[in-house]
């Protein structure tokens, strides 16, 4: 039999390149966190590690790898419990400090103990305090399952990382350039629900403005304050263009509890997109409720009518 010429080459286990290996890993989106516990003399210790996980949520257990190589491996490996702090993006400084040999890397990072005593850190997107559920050693890693005994979380935007970089999807969006023709909108969402605006026609629609002058963030954080509602702008979420040829940028923001000044945050159901008139936005709205049931969130591009979405986030 003829051998085909198209056929994908894949290397054997004895033939894989371990720097080729950590590179294919490396292709996979990931938060950043610092993995955090105590020493037998209650000095704090912690580490920088994108191998986190959620594994269950009964029991509520999270998991982390930890290198057989690393030099707090003994301490972790015997620890009764170890804090996962979600670093958000401005604390890339943070993740440095701690991927890094240092004498105390604690010395100048903001922190307090956590309910279940290991550190925890200030700023960060989130946290889990946890009690070691079971310990798993599996190849040149050792796997840290935790058991969740206290967490909290914020509206601050985590720190991704992907082929050896950080990624900043909400800083990046912020730093958008003033342009004419540019149309900013906020999907401002908390607990499911999406904070829908009258649209002075009957209907219903999301903040919006073409108000450019400072810039998309300007434009952007203006649209949250007239809301009336404290939240966090997140990554784009949408662009496409419309029959005028006017660019539309879309943000899709988590807020926090409390009651807006203007709109009200709904339930994306049938009878609420049939109050949609903009036919853009009434998809937009589609995709969203149907993406977070599933926990997969993407960016779409194109027009008001056809276009792709291309997956940012894939839930557990």
């Known amino acids: ?3 085909d010429p198209n056929a994908r080459k894949v290397a054997r ?11 294919a890993f490396g292709t996979f989106l990931t ?11 209650g000095r704090p210790i912690g580490f920088t590690a994108n191998s986190f996980s959620s594994v269950s949520l009964d029991p509520p257990l999270v998991s982390v790898c ?9 301490t972790f490996s015997e620890a009764a419990g170890f804090a996962v702090n979600i670093l958000s993006e401005d604390q890339i400084s943070v993740s440095n ?4 040999p240092s004498q105390d890397r604690f010395a100048g990072v903001d922190w307090k103990p956590g309910p279940n005593s290991a550190p925890i850190l200030d700023g960060v997107s989130a946290w889990f305090d946890c009690s070691v559920f079971k310990t798993v050693e599996a190849g040149d890693h050792l796997i840290l399952i935790g058991r969740v005994e206290a967490f909290d979380h914020s509206i601050a935007p985590g720190l991704g990382y992907a082929r050896g970089a950080y990624v900043t999807p909400a800083a990046e969006a912020r730093a958008l350039n003033r342009r004419a023709g540019v149309v900013v909108s906020a999907l401002i969402e908390r607990h499911g629900q999406i904070l829908l605006l009258d649209d002075g ?5 999301i903040p ?3 108000d450019m002058a400072n810039g998309a963030d300007t434009a952007l954080a203006q649209l949250i304050a007239e809301c009336g509602i404290k939240a966090e702008p997140g990554f784009i979420y949408s662009v496409y263009q419309d029959k005028s040829r006017r660019q539309h940028i879309s ?12 709109g009200s945050f709904t339930q994306i159901v049938e009878s609420t997109l049939m109050d949609v008139a903009d036919p853009a936005i009434c998809k937009m709205l589609e995709r969203f409720a149907r993406e977070s049931r599933m926990g997969n969130f993407g960016i779409y591009y194109g027009d008001e009518t056809s276009g792709r979405v291309k997956p940012l986030v894939r839930g557990s």
């Not at 286990?13 to 590179?23: G, Q």
């Not at 190589?69 to 003994?74: A, K, L, R």
């Not at 400090?97 to 890094?100: E, G, I, P, V």
Request: glycine share 6%; net charge negative.
């Open 13 to 23: 286990m004895t033939d894989f390149d371990p720097r080729a290996l950590r590179s």
């Open 97 to 100: 400090t701690f991927a890094r």
């Open 1 to 3: 039999m003829a051998e």
């Open 251 to 262: 943000f899709l923001c988590k807020a926090e509890d409390g009651t807006p000044a203007n």
């Open 201 to 205: 026609n009957g209907g219903l629609t």
């Open 66 to 74: 930890l290198a057989n190589t690393s030099s707090n491996f003994n």
């Open 208 to 210: 919006a403005t073409e």
């Open 31 to 41: 938060g950043v966190t610092v993995v955090t516990t105590h020493d037998e003399s």
